[in-house]
């Protein structure tokens, strides 16, 4: 089908590939010239893995193209997706002006019948809202809304578009679904479910979603914020709930907290909407403050572990919001960093692909070129984002150029006796401070390992 996408971000970029790869005629669309150039040359502006690769194929095999003017794509366009930013405002509400003029220019421009596919994450309602504009618009369109939301990762978006979970559609005409049915029709023959609903409803089960995993995770950090108090081990704790189906083991894991550019975005946005509709969800707002507590915690027990903060060196591996992506945005690693930089520390950081974004976002952090220069004459150690060429580090190399040996775990990545093996003290999140046995100082109450 003829296809044009609205925004050639995460998700719309994505789906532009995604769609190609199916056999579909995509033509990729947005407002900034300089992506638009290098996404033609073949080159995403963002890192994805093998999105690059993928995107390369398709510029070759001839059916997906990119351009800054989609008026003639949507002469004979079939299905417009809407996959532009919907950023928070300052109360949280969601920015959904990029929404409305791309519902503007698709009035303005396409010949009709035409489906028009909101992909982006919504407030429930914003259809009705797509809808008036293009009626408004064009009254002799003939249009079709549906709500087709995004379940895609970062990190593995590309995988996640080609074999999803489930494709949610929200429609409310027998030919809108019909539509989308014929859309994903290569992934409906591959068995993936496919579930149908009203929109008010596909929209609000995408806000749904990302809350409740928000809720899980902080659920766990709560948990470690007791684990570490009362002297029990917030690992065992999530691995015996998660040895229980009906609670699982996914988005459970206790750590400096969720970050990114969904899920504080979304909770506040659904917290905004659950207001304006008289409900006050207060759990989401408790959710994110937990979330904000996890950066806190760590910052509270480095403090503890190395006094004052001023003149004192921190080494901080990882720093985009979690492994496998250069996307810094709302990141609980750098939202430490910025806390320990504001009580006086000096922050190292190194990151296997976010290090010009982190700069970008915090230009008071220095970056290192690999996790042992971060480290050299460091009074500690943090781990931010569990990137997995940190698991073969050479710890006790690490151990021999930092000027104290405190390890802060921020994801349990490490195992407890590689750690004291090296020489460090181990801090995990959600149980207290290991120290190899001969060594005294920090937290000697808290002895219960030896080397
Ligand atoms: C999320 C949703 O998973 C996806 O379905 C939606 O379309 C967009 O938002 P994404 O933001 O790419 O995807 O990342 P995700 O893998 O969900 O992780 C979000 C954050 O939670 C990361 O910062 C991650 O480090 C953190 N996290 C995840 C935890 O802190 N603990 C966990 O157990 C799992």
Not at 2 to 31: E, N
Not at 40 to 59: C, M, N, T, Y
Not at 179 to 199: H, K, Q, S
Not at 276 to 282: E, H, I, P, T
């Amino acid at each position: 089908m003829k296809t044009v996408v609205f925004g050639t971000g995460h998700v719309g970029l994505v789906t532009c590939v995604a769609l190609s790869i199916k056999g579909h005629t995509v033509v990729g669309t947005d407002v900034d010239a300089e992506k638009i150039e290098m996404i033609r040359g073949g080159q995403p502006w963002f890192f994805e893995p093998g999105l690059e690769e993928a995107l390369r194929e398709q510029l070759d095999e001839g059916r997906l193209t990119f351009t800054v003017d989609p008026r003639d794509a949507l002469g004979s366009a079939q299905v417009v997706f809407i996959c532009v930013g919907t950023p928070p405002r300052a109360d949280g509400e969601a920015n959904l002006i990029a929404v409305e003029e791309t519902a503007r220019i698709v009035a303005r421009h396409a010949a009709g019948p035409i489906t028009v596919v909101e992909k982006s994450t919504v407030p429930a309602g914003t259809a009705e809202r797509v809808k008036m504009t293009l009626s408004r618009e064009r009254p002799d369109l003939t249009f079709e809304v549906v709500s087709n939301p995004e379940f895609l990762r970062e990190g593995s978006g590309m995988e996640d578009a080609l074999f999803p979970d489930r494709i949610l559609v929200g429609a409310e005409s027998g030919r809108g679904f019909q539509t989308m049915r014929r859309l994903y029709d290569p992934w409906i023959r591959d068995g993936v479910r496919l579930i149908e609903t009203d929109i008010v409803s596909a929209e609000l089960a995408k806000h749904a979603c990302n809350a409740f995993l928000a809720l899980k995770i902080s659920y766990a950090n709560a948990l470690a914020r007791i684990c570490e108090r009362a002297g029990a081990n917030v690992r065992d704790v999530t691995t015996v709930m998660a040895a229980d189906d009906r609670i699982g083991s996914a988005f459970l894991n206790a750590g400096i907290g969720y970050g990114g550019y969904c899920f504080p975005k979304d909770l506040v946005a659904f917290e905004y909407l659950a207001n304006r509709l008289g409900y006050d969800f207060g759990l989401l707002r408790e959710v994110g403050k937990i979330n904000d507590e996890a950066v806190e915690a760590v910052a509270e027990r480095v403090q503890e572990a190395l006094w004052n903060l001023e003149d004192k060196r921190i080494a901080l591996l990882g720093l985009s919001f979690k492994p496998e992506t250069d996307d810094v945005r709302f990141s609980p690693s750098l939202a430490l960093a910025r806390l320990l930089i504001e009580k006086g520390a000096t922050v190292v950081g190194y990151d296997p692909s976010a290090s010009a974004n982190a700069r970008a976002e915090l230009p008071q952090i220095e970056i290192a070129s690999d996790p042992y220069e971060a480290a050299r004459g460091a009074h500690c150690v943090i781990l931010g984002t569990e990137w997995k060429e940190f698991s073969t580090l050479d710890l006790s190399r690490l151990r021999a150029l930092t000027a104290y040996p405190v390890f802060f775990d921020g994801r349990n990545m490490f195992d407890e006796k590689q750690m004291i093996r090296a020489g460090f003290t181990y801090v995990p999140t959600g149980s207290r401070p290991v120290e190899p046995a001969r060594r005294g100082g920090l937290n000697a109450s808290a002895h219960r390992a030896s080397a």
